[in-house]
């Protein structure tokens, strides 16, 4: 199967969806990931934060961690990744390319303006694809007034120590994020979505939609 995870920054795949990721490369399926902005920001007063060049060395470190090597980042600015025309146009490129058989993307109700830009362009942009799921907004994504709602879990028990691997690659991130305590709260909520499922480790989506010839061969 071809998987593809479209996100607006380097983090949000790895923090939401890597332990599933990282299980389909181990399984065999190829899986590419498509990244909306170099992901550079500057705080209220202009200072750097971040810089692109940190971001995608360290991004592309994370996501290796998890065994991807299909890598697209594009050049959208980081904090305004819109609905438009222009942003779905550049997401339905790289499905027409690649022609996945599943695709991840934010939950449309993300707080984050960049995540829901993302997740409102792809749900545009693949319009004529069959499977599509959100994965869960998990801090540092905003708290939402709307709810997720799992509806499909991937148990990654076997892989979420190459998860909370990749989230520590994100060096220039990580204090700012709470050190452990981040990597904790990540951890605890696969635990936690874990425990609902009857396993030690899950991610849980939600479907947009799901062909149903497919759930026979999505062996994740
Ligand atoms: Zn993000």
Redesign the pocket.
Known sequence: MKILAI???L??IEIACGGTLAKAVENGHNVKVLIMSK?GYTNKDGAMQRSDEVAVLEGTKALQTLGIQDIEILDFPTKDIPWTSEAVTAIDICISDYNPDIIFTHHPFDT?Q??AGVSNSTISAARRKNTIFFYEPIS??GRSYVAFKPQLYVDISTTIEKKVASLREHKSEYNKFGGENWVQGVHARCGFRGYEIGTQYAEAFEVLRIEASFSKVFNL
């Open positions: 996100g607006a920054h983090d949000d992901s984050h960049a995540h540092p994504s």
